[in-house]
């Protein structure tokens, strides 16, 4: 098997509230090494009205290594419609004939890649959580299988367009780039697709907390929190690491908080440096969405619990009295620490 060179590679630039999302950086830094010495980085920038935050992601794309990046700003991308961001992707390969496209492994990610590898008649390899170069610069990807107890390595076939999407969280993001560049910035026509469904309208439950797909630190509740009320010295502890709230299907079935919130094999996948299980008994299905974090530490009453098995760090006591405890340990370190 060949190895392949990318002449040219593309990124998805993926935006929240018309902000570049982290996994954006990720991607664009996968794209880079992927793209080596000799091959350019293109980026493309699709949303709906997004006018001045357009402009501020475009640059800090351009600043970070993207040498084109193409905006596309058209009403059909107001709001997330996979036919019409799909198209928007499309439309920036014709532009720029790359022979690979990297994407975050998101919720958006996942629904985009597959269709842009089809309509492209490339391959996708998805949920990548690391990218090795061979002798010959062509690239092996690393991707969990089984929720994780095993990793594969995969290669694309040479001349197939390659189409990858990176899990959040696990590679690093595109620095910036050492000669102050600046990039070509390009508005990019795009005729959208017919739709076949339509967001009418967007209603969040989690407005202002961190993203957990994108959360450093996670402090997560289970069934031990025993009630809502036994959530906000949780909460405390992730907000004085300045981290953001899980919790178990336990927590979340039991009404203690919202599904929003759940990890797991039916809720989000979690890779943070650090996560605090509290109060959670490690169930397969709850390790499936957290097993890769990091470092992992395990708070329980029962040292018999399952989590002990996967925790790096193990305390085995009351969370009500540790988590406070914690709570005043950090907040007494990181005002000693400036
Ligand atoms: C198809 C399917 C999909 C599922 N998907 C998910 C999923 O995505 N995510 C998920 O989490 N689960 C999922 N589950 C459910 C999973 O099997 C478990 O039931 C669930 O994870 C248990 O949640 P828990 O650990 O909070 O509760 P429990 O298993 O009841 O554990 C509570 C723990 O708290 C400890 N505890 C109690 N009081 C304290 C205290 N004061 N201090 C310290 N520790 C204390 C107990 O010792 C115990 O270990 C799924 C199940 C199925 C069948």
């Known amino acids: 098997m060949s190895d392949v060179k990318h002449e040219t590679v593309l990124v998805y630039a993926e935006c929240q509230d018309g902000r570049l999302r982290r996994v954006a950086l990720e991607a664009l830094g996968a794209a ?33 290594g993207a040498e084109v990046v193409h905006v596309i700003d058209d009403p059909a991308l107001a709001q997330f419609a996979p036919e019409a961001y799909a198209a928007a992707i499309r439309a920036a390969a014709e532009a720029a004939s790359p022979s690979a496209i990297v994407l975050g492994h998101t919720a958006a990610g996942r629904e985009l890649a597959p269709r842009v590898a089809a309509a492209l008649g490339g391959g996708h390899i998805a949920d990548v959580t690391a990218v090795s170069l061979t002798d010959g610069g062509g690239a092996v990807f690393t991707r969990p299988l089984y929720a994780g107890k095993a ?20 590679l690093p993001p595109a620095e910036l780039a050492e000669d102050g560049r600046r990039g070509d910035i390009r ?9 076949w469904t339509a967001v009418r309208d967007v209603v969040r439950r989690t407005s ?27 909460e405390a502890l992730a907000q004085t690491l300045g981290g953001a709230v899980g919790a178990s299907r336990g927590a979340c079935d039991a009404g203690y908080c919202d599904y929003a919130l759940q990890i797991g094999q039916t809720g989000k996948t979690v890779t943070p440096k650090l996560y605090i299980a509290c109060g959670i008994s490690g169930a397969i299905q709850h390790l499936a969405g957290m097993s890769q974090s990091r470092v992992i530490v395990a708070i329980n009453k029962d040292p018999d619990a399952p989590i002990f098995g996967v925790a790096d760090y193990g305390i085995v006591g009351d969370l009500f009295e540790i988590v406070p405890l914690l709570n005043d340990q950090f907040k007494d370190l990181l005002q000693a620490n400036g």
């Open 32 to 64: 880079r090494l992927l793209a080596g010495e000799g091959g350019s980085v293109h980026a493309v920038l699709a949303g709906g009205g997004a006018g001045a935050s357009a402009g501020e992601a475009a640059a800090e794309l351009a600043a970070r």
């Open 208 to 234: 202002g907390r961190i993203d957990l797909a994108e959360a450093d630190i996670i402090v997560s509740g289970g069934r031990g929190v025993r009630s809502a009320e036994g959530f906000p010295p949780l």
């Open 151 to 170: 990793f594969e390595q995969r290669r694309f076939l040479p001349g197939v367009t390659q189409v990858i999407s990176v899990r959040p969280n696990n």
């Open 187 to 195: 508005a990019l026509a795009f005729a959208p697709p017919p739709l």
